[in-house]
């Protein structure tokens, strides 16, 4: 569960081992990112698994806190979550809660019916999956939530229990300050999409003074302080807010670059589109009553 893996096998789901696997790459009309890919399976086990959707929580979720390093089998599994209409980070949280449970011993195959929880085990993965999905077997008590599922082992298996408000806990939150803050005040608990800034995982490619000027803080970069990051995350839950508002991508935006979005140019839409007119320092009044 902690997301560690030995160098040698992070080489093995690095980001330019997908690339062998995506068939095309495409947006909605004129997006600039062109975030979204299909990638296809072409021999293996999982041969024939043709899809889309994957994000880099895919490979954190099936990957690292696993320790699954086989490209296809995480492609599997994202696409298996997209099929059934279930999250792929609460479920790989409570799968990896119960590879560790597993692994410490308060769990055996009697609980799992037969299945083998070792870390690295990609077979099992892919059959929790579809037992969670239709709530069979052990499945049915792992579809609860790691909270719950936890309460029904006991077994000391909550102390393995990664939460936060009762929500299944995806988010690394140990190094980046700002964006551990900002998981932790996401009203749902534990998410990124609130107020948690990515400006900490580029560390000193924003200078202190551009960081400043667009962020009005100036160590917007620097993950190991804790200066000025409770105003950074209070800047993007309004900036977030009033994305979600407008129905606006966040990934073109400040959130995810220096050169994209700011709150002058959303304005400047805004007024645009309305006939108003709004500037930046109404739009983050609104983002702050929102």
């Known amino acids: 569960q902690d997301g560690f893996m030995k160098p040698k096998d992070l080489e093995k789901i690095d980001e330019n081992v997908f690339k062998r696997y995506e068939q095309h790459r495409y947006s909605a009309l004129g997006c600039p990112i062109r975030c979204r890919a299909t990638y296809e399976v072409k021999a293996g086990p999982y041969a024939g698994t043709a899809g889309e959707a994957m994000e880099a929580n895919t490979i954190q979720d099936f990957g690292y806190k696993l ?18 209409g279930i999250d792929m980070d609460t479920v790989a949280e409570s799968i990896a809660w119960a590879y560790e449970c597993y692994e410490k011993g308060i769990i055996d195959e009697k609980n799992t019916n037969g299945l083998k929880l070792t870390w690295g085990n990609h077979e099992a993965l892919i059959t929790l999956i579809e037992k969670i999905a239709y709530r069979k077997d052990f499945g049915d008590i792992l579809a609860e939530g790691v909270k719950r599922a936890a309460e029904e082992i006991g077994k000391g298996s909550q102390e393995l229990a990664i939460t936060m408000k009762g929500q ?25 999409c609130s107020g948690s800034p990515l400006t900490e995982f580029s ?15 100036s160590t917007a ?5 804790y200066k000025g990051k409770a105003k950074l995350v209070a800047y993007h839950e309004r900036l977030h807010a009033v994305l979600n508002s407008l129905g606006v991508c966040f990934f073109t935006t400040v959130w995810e670059g220096t050169d994209l979005l700011t709150w002058g140019d959303l304005a400047e839409l805004v007024s645009a589109a309305t006939g108003w007119t709004i500037d930046e320092n109404d739009l983050t009044e609104i983002g702050e009553r929102i």
């Open 67 to 84: 320790d699954i390093n086989y490209p296809p089998a995480i492609i599997k599994a994202n696409i298996l979550c997209n099929e059934y």
């Open 168 to 192: 299944d806990l995806y988010e690394a939150v140990r190094m980046p300050k700002g964006y551990g803050l900002g998981a932790a005040l996401a009203t749902r608990g534990g998410g990124h």
């Open 203 to 217: 560390p000193g490619r924003i200078s202190p003074e551009i960081a400043e000027r667009i962020y009005g803080v």
């Open 221 to 225: 970069s620097n993950p190991s302080t």
